[in-house]
């Protein structure tokens, strides 16, 4: 460890005319790296932390042509609700203990009919709850909601759902004003069970279809909204997804770090990207659907693997580690420990795929607006992935040309960091599984 200065001052050497810019890179690298130790480290062992989504399916009544008409008095709102974050906010909110008390034990015994019943006895408490939270606006009028006399619960990613159904009645007057509003508020922050709760709201509605994306910072969203705007929400979730999922981000860290040529980097990133939209994609079209429990000690495992491989060639070559070795058929100036290790990325990045999948969740049937709002969450992901390589590489490069032995050792402790990181969370989530 370098020893901040000293009471007695000392004479100095005068420096050479680079090393203070090697100085100055090592000293932002290992910032960059304790910064990210420490939000690793305030993590959980689910880096993603205690959120849930919300899934809202909004359409309105066909004419007798069935034509969807352009202003329509009654739309009806298909919720999915996680259940026993429904039970629990709706009986603290509306103070429903005899719900509680009787849903809890239906969760507990996995009796699907009787989380139903305890639901369909409870309606009156469970609509309240869910119109102080969920609207609909047209011409800046509220509309009338009467919840669906039908409940019914099934499984969605190993986790018990509650479907319920609502019809908002809008007034009159606001049959001539053009578009819908719908407002989301369910399970805020404020109730303390969960945090970011996302709403996942595909319509059809006044013409108009699409997707959107509620949360606390974006409550809502009108049917007449722009293609510009929907793009913009969804590459924020992406956006933000990546960045307050901090395996993901210490996984790009690590390959970056273990990199030894931009082509690396951009070889490596790009099957990284290849393989985790892949999986993205499949995963949340509901193709493949593997359970959290072992996506996530995947992941885990994946970072300290990426971090290992290159700790191990830390040992293994000593001060030549980090060159690349090609031969006369050498394909794309990778050498066979490159390929290697790109197959590795690649395997891993699919893994990530399930991963990001999670913050959305969604098992509509296909359809190209679901796509593309998949398509567009994935650009954001990639959006901060790029930022990530663009600010850590260069001064990672730089200081491998400048002093070559303190990026090893720049390079072997951010990696170091970055293995033990992986292997807490690993166990942490089998734990936890």
Same mark, same amino acid.
Request: glycine share 10%.
């Given at each position: 460890?370098?020893?901040?200065? %000293?009471?007695?001052?000392?004479?100095?050497?005068?420096?050479?005319?680079?090393?203070?810019? #090697?100085?100055?890179?090592? #000293?932002?690298?290992?910032?960059?790296?304790?910064?990210?130790?420490?939000?690793?480290?305030?993590?959980?062992?689910?880096?993603?932390?205690?959120?849930?989504?919300?899934?809202?399916?909004?359409?309105?009544?066909? %004419?007798?042509?069935?034509?969807?008409?352009?202003?329509?008095?009654?739309?009806?709102?298909?919720?999915?609700?996680?259940?026993?974050?429904?039970?629990?906010?709706?009986?603290?909110?509306? *103070?429903?203990?005899?719900?509680?008390?009787?849903?809890?034990?239906?969760?507990?015994?996995?009796?699907?009919?009787?989380?139903?019943?305890?639901?369909?006895?409870?309606?009156?408490?469970?609509?309240?709850?869910?119109?102080?939270?969920?609207?609909?606006?047209?011409?800046?009028?509220?509309?009338?909601?009467?919840?669906?006399?039908?409940?019914?619960?099934?499984?969605?990613?190993?986790?018990?759902?509650?479907?319920?159904?609502?019809?908002?009645?809008?007034?009159?007057?606001?049959?001539?004003?053009?578009?819908?509003?719908?407002?989301?508020?369910?399970?805020?922050?404020?109730?303390?069970?969960?945090?970011? %709760?996302? %709403?996942?709201?595909?319509?059809?509605?006044?013409?108009?279809?699409?997707?959107?994306t509620l949360d606390a910072a974006q409550p809502s969203f009108s049917?007449?909204?722009?293609?510009?705007? /929907?793009?913009?929400?969804?590459?924020?979730?992406?956006?933000?997804?990546?960045?307050?999922?901090?395996?993901?981000?210490?996984?790009?860290?690590?390959?970056?770090?273990?990199?030894?040529?931009?082509?690396?980097?951009?070889?490596?990133?790009?099957?990284?990207?290849?393989?985790?939209?892949?999986?993205?994609?499949?995963?949340?079209?509901?193709?493949?659907?593997?359970?959290?429990?072992?996506?996530?000690?995947?992941?885990?495992?994946?970072?300290?693997a990426v971090a290992g491989w290159y700790l191990w060639r830390l040992?293994?070559?000593?001060?030549?580690?980090?060159?690349?070795?090609?031969?006369?058929?050498? *394909?794309?100036?990778?050498? /066979?420990?490159?390929?290697?290790?790109?197959?590795?990325?690649?395997?891993?990045?699919?893994?990530?795929?399930?991963?990001?999948?999670?913050?959305?969740?969604?098992?509509?049937?296909?359809?190209?607006?679901?796509?593309?709002?998949?398509?567009?969450?994935?650009?954001?992901?990639?959006?901060?992935?790029?930022?990530?390589?663009?600010?850590?590489?260069?001064?990672?490069?730089?200081?491998?040309?400048?002093? *070559?032995?303190?990026?090893?050792?720049?390079?072997?402790?951010?990696?170091?960091?970055?293995?033990?990181?992986?292997?807490?969370?690993?166990?942490?989530?089998?734990?936890?599984?």
């Open positions: 460890m370098i020893s901040g200065t %000293t009471s007695a001052p000392v004479r100095r050497r005068p420096s050479h005319p680079t090393s203070w810019i #090697a100085r100055t890179v090592a #000293a932002l690298v290992l910032l960059g790296a304790v910064v990210v130790g420490a939000l690793g480290g305030a993590g959980s062992a689910s880096a993603h932390g205690f959120s849930s989504v919300v899934y809202a399916k909004v359409t309105s009544d066909t %004419t007798s042509t069935g034509e969807t008409p352009t202003n329509p008095t009654v739309v009806h709102a298909e919720l999915g609700l996680e259940y026993d974050l429904m039970l629990v906010s709706v009986a603290t909110s509306e *103070h429903d203990d005899p719900f509680h008390e009787q849903g809890q034990a239906a969760w507990d015994d996995g009796d699907f009919p009787g989380m139903v019943s305890a639901a369909e006895e409870h309606a009156t408490a469970l609509g309240k709850y869910v119109f102080d939270r969920f609207e609909v606006t047209s011409g800046g009028q509220s509309c009338t909601g009467v919840l669906g006399k039908e409940i019914t619960v099934d499984l969605q990613d190993e986790v018990p759902y509650a479907h319920v159904s609502a019809d908002f009645t809008c007034p009159e007057a606001g049959h001539t004003e053009s578009g819908h509003v719908v407002t989301s508020s369910l399970f805020p922050d404020s109730e303390s069970f969960v945090t970011d %709760t996302k %709403t996942i709201v595909t319509y059809d509605v006044d013409a108009k279809q699409g997707s959107a049917t007449e909204q722009s293609a510009g705007q /929907r793009f913009w929400e969804f590459f924020r979730l992406g956006a933000e997804h990546l960045l307050t999922g901090i395996d993901h981000i210490l996984f790009l860290v690590a390959l970056i770090a273990g990199s030894r040529r931009l082509r690396e980097v951009v070889f490596t990133a790009s099957a990284f990207t290849i393989a985790h939209s892949i999986t993205f994609i499949l995963a949340a079209l509901g193709v493949v659907s593997p359970p959290a429990i072992v996506v996530e000690p995947l992941i885990a495992l994946s970072i300290a040992w293994r070559r000593r001060s030549k580690a980090d060159e690349l070795v090609v031969g006369a058929h050498g *394909h794309f100036s990778l050498d /066979r420990a490159g390929w290697t290790r790109l197959a590795v990325v690649f395997a891993f990045g699919l893994i990530h795929g399930l991963g990001f999948a999670g913050a959305l969740g969604i098992h509509e049937a296909f359809s190209w607006q679901l796509l593309v709002s998949l398509l567009i969450f994935n650009v954001g992901i990639e959006a901060v992935q790029l930022a990530i390589v663009v600010i850590v590489f260069p001064p990672l490069s730089l200081l491998r040309r400048r002093a *070559h032995r303190v990026s090893l050792w720049v390079t072997g402790t951010v990696t170091a960091g970055v293995f033990v990181m992986g292997m807490i969370w690993f166990v942490e989530r089998l734990a936890a599984g």
